[in-house]
């Protein structure tokens, strides 16, 4: 196509296409461009904001050309994608990744300062895009960080939340929760794609029909469209020009105007249900580790997961290849149960709309769905009514029907007579209502189901999925242990230790393998080296107690041991534990004389985190806290050598100032309850102790930092069951 453009054309696009640079004046020159234009600003009505503004804007341009050119090389080579579909993605903020990922911090640093500001102040100016939880929904926007970095052709794909994760603000103690309107202003980090619509079906009914080759098929047909409307957000590689995307549907009302009801006069019943439809993407459900089985979740989901696949298929439709081809170009990792639709709504494409048998389509569909598991807490185990799925979805309720069936055949084909073995494993739970349990469903439709770190994954084999493995055998069932990109969490986060590292060891190689950090073992005991490690801490411990002055009003001292627990509310992973531990230390404190307590190091205690806002026990435990905080505060008798702090609405920007100045941090969840964790990883890798329970991550964590490192207690995770008993 491009070989029959005129030549004149080509030399045009090739001389006014050609790269900006990325040196200083570049920077200052689209700059003042964009403060002028797109901000329609003047010199002398610049405030930090619109500098955060332009200067985004610089970048997104030179992110864009990324983006363009990666997705053109992925569509040019065709190679095999990854998509990544998670309903939350806890990017946090963009611009300080984004220069330090495309290399232009210093360039741009320097250009700020000459037009009168300064990097901390505009960066400071950017909202978080807070579309997740906890960690869940930061693993993902780590491991689009490290696709993109280690070149990937990999797609993530979620929802654009109107809302986020809630402000968390105190009330005399209490948490109140305040909406989150992170679009406000525009966000200048999403590519809106008006043109990528995708009519997305609900309710309905099914009707059979034989085709002109005799076969039985089925079509879905009438109830409510509506309409997702991608939108791209991009995401750089660090020291690549690949630059990934992430995909995120919002919803609209498809403008088929109901004329009818129009000339009825019911003008607005008619806009009310059309205002409708923009719900769906409205807001993030708050709620970590809990399922809440509403109606408007399981929307979401569906919506989600029929745009995505609508996507997918489109894209390699393009390619022409044969559909038995599919898996060979399309893998489909599913975060956790909230998409697991996606093999449902795969396996209709492929049968009722592509006319595939239903056994090659299963085969399909198979082969391209792998399945990661990251809890085993049963109230977080996905269940849907079966009426709520044939009221919504009937076409999928009767291919879920199918699925189940022809999957218990086969198993009663293997392992014969066992009616309670086909109970335990149908995807259907018969009570009354049925409902579908969706993990049951992820398992049987993937290759692969994985958890998130080596305890948690023998875990779920001997607990919750056991009794497919008298069917499956043990090889469908594997270990991924999380991990987390050393670029935002190290590099970013703490640029003084990243700096001395990079020095020690000659190069900024480690941030693309930390195996490399091994090399600064024969360091350690390098006095000057020693000296600089001290001070990086320091630093970030006064960058802390400044936060904390701001934040909380209470004054901190940075020579104190910074004593960390920061996580969602959760009783499983105990924080009032810790705050009874609190307690029992300002009363050992009280007792103690002057002298004695002389010579306990002097600690401050920091929490931060969210407690969903139906959560009564976790409510409860943020206002022990800061009940107790209130009372250690103010208690002059004891000499300052204990303060406790509640760090309000704890978020990705937050995490990155605590984290580097922690001590020690605390990850003490019952054994057996916390899959993985990811914030034990950010703390070590910053320098800092842990004092954990056998539990998640910190087992293998514990590996690999050596014993001396980590501070392990408490009762290990197949003890835990008979404890419990024994104190009924
Ligand atoms: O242990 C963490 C794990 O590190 C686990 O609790 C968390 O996932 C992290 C990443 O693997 C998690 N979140 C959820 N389930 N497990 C969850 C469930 C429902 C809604 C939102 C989040
Ligand atoms: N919430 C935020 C804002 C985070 O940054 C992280 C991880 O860094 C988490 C939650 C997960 O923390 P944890 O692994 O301690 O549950």
Same mark, same amino acid.
């Given at each position: 196509e491009i070989a029959k453009l005129p030549k004149e054309t080509l030399a045009l696009w090739e001389k006014y296409g050609a790269d900006e640079s990325d040196d200083k004046e570049s920077f200052q020159k689209s700059f003042i461009r964009h403060v002028t234009t797109?901000?329609?600003?003047?010199?002398?009505?610049?405030?930090?904001?619109?500098?955060?503004?332009?200067?985004?804007?610089?970048v997104r341009d030179r992110l864009i050309k990324r983006w363009n050119e990666t997705q053109q090389t992925h569509t040019e080579v065709d190679s095999k994608r990854v998509y990544y579909l998670s309903l939350e993605f806890l990017l946090g903020r963009s611009l300080d990744n984004a220069l330090l990922n495309l290399g232009l911090k210093d360039n741009y640093g320097g250009g700020i300062k000459e037009l009168g500001f300064t990097m901390e102040d505009v960066l400071e100016q950017e909202v978080d895009a807070a579309l997740g939880n906890g960690g869940l929904g930061r693993l993902a926007a780590c491991y689009m960080d490290s696709l993109a970095t280690m070149d990937y052709p990999a797609w993530g794909y979620g929802l654009r939340y109107t809302y986020g994760i809630f402000q968390q603000r105190l009330k005399d103690g209490y948490q109140i929760e305040f909406p989150d309107y992170w679009l406000n202003f525009d966000n200048p980090w999403e590519l809106p794609r008006l043109d990528v619509v995708v009519d997305v079906q609900f309710c309905g009914s099914v009707n059979r029909y034989t085709d002109e080759e005799g076969h039985e098929r089925y079509a879905w047909e009438g109830g409510d469209t509506l309409q997702a409307i991608a939108y791209d957000v991009p995401i750089p590689g660090y020291g690549?020009?690949?630059?990934?995307?992430?995909?995120?549907?919002?919803?609209?009302?498809?403008?088929q105007f109901d004329l009818t009801r129009f000339n009825e006069g019911q003008y607005e019943q008619a806009v009310y249900e059309q205002m409708q439809a923009e719900n769906i993407t409205a807001v993030l459900y708050p709620n970590d580790n809990h399922m809440v089985g509403k109606e408007l979740r399981l929307k979401q989901q569906y919506f989600w997961v029929a745009a995505s696949l609508f996507d997918i298929v489109r894209r390699f439709? @393009?390619? +022409? =290849?044969?559909?038995? &081809?599919?898996?060979?170009?399309?893998?489909?990792?599913?975060?956790d149960t909230h998409p697991t639709l996606a093999i449902v709504?795969?396996?209709?494409?492929?049968?009722?709309?592509?006319?595939?048998?239903?056994?090659?389509?299963?085969?399909?569909v198979t082969q391209t769905f792998a399945f990661t598991n990251h809890t085993i807490l049963p109230e977080a185990m996905e269940r849907w009514p079966v009426p709520m799925i044939q009221y919504l979805l009937p076409r999928h309720m009767q291919i879920i029907f199918d699925i189940n069936l022809f999957?218990?055949? @086969?198993? +009663? =084909?293997?392992?014969? &007579?066992?009616?309670?073995l086909l109970a335990k494993l149908s995807i259907i739970e018969e009570s009354t209502p049925q409902f579908v349990r969706m993990a049951h469903l992820a398992i049987v439709g993937s290759h692969r189901v994985n958890g998130v770190a080596a305890l948690h994954s023998e875990l779920i084999k001997q607990t919750i999925f056991k009794d497919f493995i008298q069917f499956y055998g043990e090889s469908k069932f594997e270990n991924k242990t999380n991990g987390i990109t050393p670029r935002r969490w190290l590099h970013q986060a703490n640029p003084k230790l990243s700096e001395l590292i990079t020095e020690t060891l000659g190069s900024k190689n480690w941030l693309k393998n930390l195996d490399l950090l091994k090399g600064l073992k024969s360091h350690v005991n390098n006095k000057d080296f020693r000296k600089r490690w001290v001070a990086a801490k320091l630093s970030n411990k006064v960058r802390l107690a400044d936060y904390i002055q701001k934040a909380t009003g209470v004054t901190v001292?940075?020579?104190a041991l910074f004593d960390v627990q920061v996580k969602r509310i959760h009783e499983y992973k105990r924080q009032f534990m810790n705050i009874l531990g609190v307690i029992h230390r300002y009363n050992t404190l009280k007792k103690m004389t002057s002298e004695e307590r002389a010579c306990v190091v002097h600690r401050v205690v920091i929490f931060g985190g969210k407690a969903a806002p139906g959560y009564y026990i976790a409510k409860l435990v943020i206002k022990l806290i800061n009940s107790v905080a209130e009372v250690v505060n103010n208690d002059n008798s004891i000499e300052d050598s204990l303060k406790v702090v509640f760090i309000p609405d704890y978020n990705v920007s937050v995490a990155e100032i605590i984290i580097p100045?922690?001590?020690?941090?605390?990850?003490?969840?019952?054994?057996?309850?916390?899959?993985?964790?990811?914030?034990?990883m950010k703390f070590v890798l910053n320098g800092g102790l842990i004092l954990g329970t056998v539990d998640g991550a910190n087992i293998e964590i514990?590996?690999?930092?050596?014993?001396?490192?980590?501070?392990?207690?408490?009762?290990?995770?197949?003890?835990?069951?008979?404890?419990?008993?024994?104190?009924?």
């Open positions: 797109t901000l329609a600003r003047s010199i002398y009505n610049i405030d930090n904001f619109s500098a955060y503004q332009a200067t985004a804007h610089s690549t020009k690949n630059c990934i995307n992430i995909r995120l549907w919002s919803s609209k009302p498809k403008r439709k @393009k390619s +022409e =290849k044969p559909w038995s &081809n599919f898996p060979l170009q399309v893998a489909i990792q599913l975060n709504e795969l396996q209709r494409i492929l049968v009722d709309l592509e006319g595939i048998g239903w056994d090659e389509a299963w085969a399909i999957f218990l055949q @086969k198993v +009663e =084909k293997a392992i014969p &007579n066992n009616r309670d001292n940075s020579n100045a922690s001590d020690i941090s605390q990850h003490i969840s019952t054994a057996g309850t916390e899959a993985s964790g990811t914030s034990n514990c590996e690999e930092i050596g014993d001396d490192n980590i501070f392990m207690f408490g009762n290990l995770a197949h003890q835990v069951d008979d404890l419990r008993h024994a104190h009924r």
